[in-house]
């Protein structure tokens, strides 16, 4: 992650998604499953970033 720079990691924001407890996700061999991240930010304010 070089391309943060030496401070990026001060304003940066990591998000990770999982089937887990009650969305648990089992799948045969050889399946494959894509889940997605819907994210927003919001400024002081109440301003909208999408």
Known sequence: MGD????????????????AA??????????EHRPQVWARRELSGGVRLD
């Open 4 to 19: 943060l720079g030496t401070d990026g990691y001060l304003s940066m924001v990591r998000v990770e998604s999982a089937n």
């Open 22 to 31: 009650d969305n648990e996700a089992t799948l045969p061999p050889g399946a």
